[in-house]
């Protein structure tokens, strides 16, 4: 007989219980379908000549892609971007006291004044969540994506190099775009949050944004022809953009297209291999990528593992496609996923392996509703999931990095 893997103490905890959700579930379907065995798309690698000699863009492209993976993500209701993350007991295990947030906020402000910013220390700070102070997350996103150099006293000339070759690729590559492909990005940009402001609406700078987006989207297409625009980029694209448009810093502000551009190149160079075909079945594929964090609900805890997969077959590329493949952006409010993203983005074991963590840590939040259901309650509950404190969600996710470390 096969001695039954014991679960953590930790897990045990009652403060790991899924609150109770009072309000209505959305009306629209959450459900992602798994993605097809066969692909009628591929893509091929060439390259952009730019007018301007000088410009490199071999820098800003993505290592080039067998094929693409043309099957449309399906867009999921956003949740309503007044939310803010809940009130706990338990605020002191999870790093989301107001007496930490300010003591954290003063050491990253420490930090980002010195003239040589220590990247492993501020990757600590902010792996605790940034303070939604101003201008700091848009400072240290760039920081963290590698878009400013850790030495201060170079952020004016790399800044103004790569805003200049940002506008020298609007001037060579918005000209007579793909019909189909800017088609698809206007219908997704305006789909893009709708219930925020910033994103949607009739407003002028609504707008603005919106053209924004679709610049980002369509130069990075024109520019990695291998991967081109795949359906659910913009809602990669929208987080990073908000952090960098809302900058108090008028200079960011003026010039958060050109830094989002290349902070989104940066971001997607890690999650590429996701909208691959090709890469299903490698070790670097979507498939591979879900079984491993099969491997890690099993490794953390087998008893929901085995009730999930085995008794209730609950196969996890029916909720994990969409969580991986979107970043997160689709399962929690606005606020939150900012909160979750500071995380992905400063973790030192890098944002795919945060990734899954991230996603574990969703799946044992929920344990005891799930080991409560059936196959039709726990696909249910993981195609809609429910409302959670983001503080206890990082700090399982936390705590797995921990416990994998052992």
């Keep these: 007989m096969v001695k039954k893997k014991r679960v953590p103490d930790w897990l045990n905890s009652p403060m790991w219980a899924s609150p109770t959700v009072t309000t209505s579930p959305p009306s629209k379907s959450r459900s992602l379908s798994p993605p097809p065995n066969h692909h009628d798309r591929t893509g091929k690698t060439s390259s952009v000549t730019s007018s301007d000699s000088s410009v490199n863009e071999s820098r800003f492209m993505l290592p080039p892609a067998a094929s693409i993976r043309p099957e449309s993500i399906q867009r999921t209701e956003v949740r309503d971007s007044s939310t803010r993350r809940g009130s706990s007991d338990y605020d002191n295990d999870s790093s989301g006291s107001v007496v930490e947030d300010v003591s954290r906020q003063a050491q990253l402000l420490q930090e980002l004044s010195k003239k040589i910013i220590n990247l492993g220390e501020l990757r600590q700070l902010a792996s605790l969540g940034i303070p939604d102070a101003a201008g700091i997350r ?68 609504a707008k603005a944004n919106q053209d924004s987006l679709k610049n980002i989207l369509i130069i990075f297409a024109k520019l990695n022809p291998g991967i081109r625009y795949v359906q659910g980029m913009n809602e990669i694209l929208a987080p990073l953009f908000y952090v960098f448009k ?161």
């Excluded at 609007?170 to 709708?194: A, Y």
């Excluded at 969580?323 to 500071?342: M, P, R, S």
């Excluded at 400063?346 to 574990?360: A, F, K, M």
């Design 246 to 406: 809302t900058d108090p810093n008028e200079d960011y502000a003026v010039n958060a297209e050109a830094d989002t551009f290349f902070c989104f190149v940066e971001l997607l160079s890690d999650f590429r291999d996701n909208f691959c075909q090709q890469l299903d079945n490698s070790i670097v594929g979507i498939r591979s990528t879900i079984s491993r964090l099969s491997q890690l609900l099993k490794q953390h805890d087998e008893e929901l593992w085995r009730h999930l997969e085995v008794t209730t077959k609950v196969n996890p590329q029916f909720y994990a496609f969409r969580w991986i493949t979107l970043l997160l952006t689709q399962e929690f409010n606005f606020t939150d996923i900012l909160h979750i993203w500071d995380m992905l983005l400063s973790n030192p074991v890098g944002p795919r392996e945060t990734l899954l963590r991230i996603c574990c840590a969703m799946l044992i939040l929920v344990r005891r509703r799930l080991l409560a259901g059936d196959f039709t309650a726990n696909l249910k509950l993981l195609q809609s999931y429910p409302s959670t404190n983001v503080s206890h969600l990082l700090y399982v996710a936390n705590k797995l990095n921990s416990q994998s470390a052992h």
């Design 138 to 205: 848009s400072t240290t996103w760039k920081l963290l994506l590698g878009y400013l150099p850790i030495d201060k006293r170079m952020w004016s000339s790399e800044l103004s190099k790569k805003r200049s070759q940002y506008k020298h690729f609007k001037e060579d590559l918005l000209m007579n775009p793909d019909s189909e492909i800017i088609e698809q990005i206007d219908r997704d940009v305006k789909r893009t949050h709708p219930d925020i402001p910033f994103f949607s609406g009739d407003s002028a700078f």
